[in-house]
């Protein structure tokens, strides 16, 4: 049913003759609707027309009962009323308020005119009664024609536009219904893109982690060797030596027990000379001691290594501990010595004030080293193998305030302007391949801004140096120390 052309009026009266009454006065309008019209005009200021007042589908009720099943019938045919007349006094059955009222219950948008003689409801009552409505007009008898005709027309055309109010109203829901569901496709698309840029950059960063641990390797495994070796050589010497200490020990027991039994001979003489002279005790006297004390010293120097890289890579920490920062950073130093050593000198300034900062060891101790390879990496583009001489990198620490500052000062070759915005961003790199792939600063920022509340900055100066600045929150620090 197109709702324009729904022009269905029920009159629901308990007399016959009112029916009549209603029809004449809208079947009235169709065969004299220019009168009614131009009445309509000038209380509507409307051009005339507009208002036709013919075409009225009318249907009659003589009790609120059958009203409400007319109602019903026609919503079920898929044709509902518009409006209707409904009487106040309709004995034996319902009254017109009854009537309204379960009637509003099956349709509320049907258009109601209550036709009364008498003040059987004051509209309070009336309202106290079927509720607050706008879909109620009171019109009293006698009706004045025109004011019937026009109460039809104003409200049939009052439904229309709640009809078209409401599929408007369905409509915008569709498009929104349908704008929210892109909108949740896209979120569900972004969500998904969010986690697998999660999961590249875990894997990102172990890829990071294994190829920084493979070059380290290369480093420590030499850094370790040197110190084998000599205590290999050193032990290998002892062994030696106590060899010809063996064998000069036998002449001498030899000698003794010749002399025990006062049977000396000058060749048990000449034997013990020979096998002292083949000793050499004054030389074993020096350099024995010389070589322990050497073979000790590389043996505490492995043990340094070996601690340094046990505290660098703090297998399975994955919460936040309190780190000395300092050792933290020495150790970096120590395990990445290979990566500097040839091209700088490492110089520390701890400040001893620094209490310890809640941070994920390992992951600060990646950062440590991966601005060290940088800072060795920018010095040795400004000093070649180090063969006429050696830069410096500066690593420092220092307590300001609610905050833990380490600076990594290098007298490399700075950063060129060009390159300043970008450093940070994953992938980006000045270096050639096999030297660099861009990942370590993006690292360095991921670990200390989000993973630590904290601010990483540089200052640089092209031809002069880099500085990088790490500040980390002691705030959980400070908050304990107030406590106490
Ligand atoms: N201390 C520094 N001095 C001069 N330039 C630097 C310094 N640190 C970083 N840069 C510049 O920033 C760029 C990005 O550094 P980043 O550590 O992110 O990547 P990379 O060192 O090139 O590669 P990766 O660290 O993944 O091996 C470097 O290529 C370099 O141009
Ligand atoms: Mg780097």
Same mark, same amino acid.
């Given at each position: 049913m197109k709702p324009t052309t729904n022009r269905r009026v029920l009159i629901v009266d308990d007399n016959h003759a009112i029916h009549d009454d209603f029809r004449k006065i809208l079947c009235a309008g169709k065969n004299n609707s220019g009168a009614m019209d131009q009445a309509a005009a000038a209380l509507f200021d409307e051009p005339q027309n507009a208002t036709t007042s013919h075409d009225f589908k009318i249907d009659s009720a003589m009790q609120g009962r059958e009203g409400l099943e007319r109602v019903r019938q026609a919503l079920q045919e898929g044709e509902p009323y518009a409006m209707a007349f409904i009487d106040v006094r309709m004995p034996p059955g319902w009254d017109g308020v009854e009537t309204i009222a379960r009637i509003w219950e099956v349709y509320p948008d049907l258009q109601v005119v209550m036709c009364t003689a008498y003040s059987d409801y004051s509209w309070d009552e009336m309202i106290a009664k079927i509720g607050q409505s706008d879909r109620l007009v009171i019109l009293k008898k006698p009706f004045d024609n025109v004011e019937v005709l026009q109460l039809a027309n104003a409200l049939i055309a009052k439904w229309h536009l709640l009809q078209q109010t409401r599929s408007h109203v369905s409509e915008l829901e569709a498009r929104v219904r349908e704008r929210t569901k892109e909108i949740e496709t896209a979120h569900a698309k972004l969500q998904t893109e969010i986690d697998e840029r999660n999961k590249m950059e875990i894997q990102l960063r172990h890829a990071q982690k294994m190829e920084s641990i493979g070059q380290l390797a290369a480093g420590i495994a030499h850094e370790i060797n040197t110190p084998t070796q000599y205590i290999g050589d050193n032990t290998r010497f002892v062994q030696d030596a106590f060899g010809d200490i063996t064998r000069l020990v036998t002449e001498y027991d030899k000698l003794f027990s010749a002399a025990e039994k006062g049977a000396v001979t000058p060749e048990l003489i000449g034997a013990v000379k020979s096998a002292a002279a083949a000793a050499d005790m004054a030389y074993l006297s020096v350099e024995i001691p010389k070589a322990i004390q050497q073979s000790l010293d590389g043996v505490s120097r492995v043990t340094h290594i070996v601690r340094a890289m046990k505290e660098f890579s703090h297998p399975g920490t994955t919460e936040k501990t309190a780190v000395d920062l300092a050792k933290a950073i020495q150790s970096t130093v120590t395990v990445a010595s290979n990566e500097w050593k040839y091209v700088?000198?490492?110089?520390? !300034?701890?400040? #001893? =004030?620094? #209490?310890p900062v809640s941070c994920l060891p390992g992951e600060f101790n990646q950062v440590v080293l991966n601005l060290i390879v940088n800072a060795?990496?920018? +010095? =040795?583009?400004?000093?070649?193998?180090?063969?006429?001489?050696?830069?410096?990198? +500066?690593?420092?620490?220092?307590?300001?305030?609610?905050?833990? !500052?380490? $600076? +990594? $000062?290098?007298? /490399?070759? /700075? +950063? #060129?302007e060009h390159a300043r915005a970008k450093v940070f961003d994953p992938f980006f790199t000045t270096k050639g391949v096999g030297k660099g792939t861009g990942q370590g600063l993006a690292i360095a920022h991921n670990v200390v801004v989000e993973k630590h509340g904290g601010t990483i900055a540089f200052e640089t100066e092209t031809g002069k140096g880099t500085t990088f600045i790490i500040r980390l929150p002691l705030k959980a620090a400070s908050t304990e120390r107030k406590a106490a």
């Open positions: 700088a000198d490492v110089v520390t !300034e701890f400040d #001893p =004030a620094l #209490p060795s990496h920018a +010095i =040795a583009d400004v000093v070649g193998d180090g063969g006429n001489g050696k830069g410096t990198i +500066i690593v420092s620490t220092r307590h300001d305030g609610d905050w833990a !500052e380490v $600076r +990594i $000062r290098d007298t /490399g070759t /700075g +950063i #060129p």
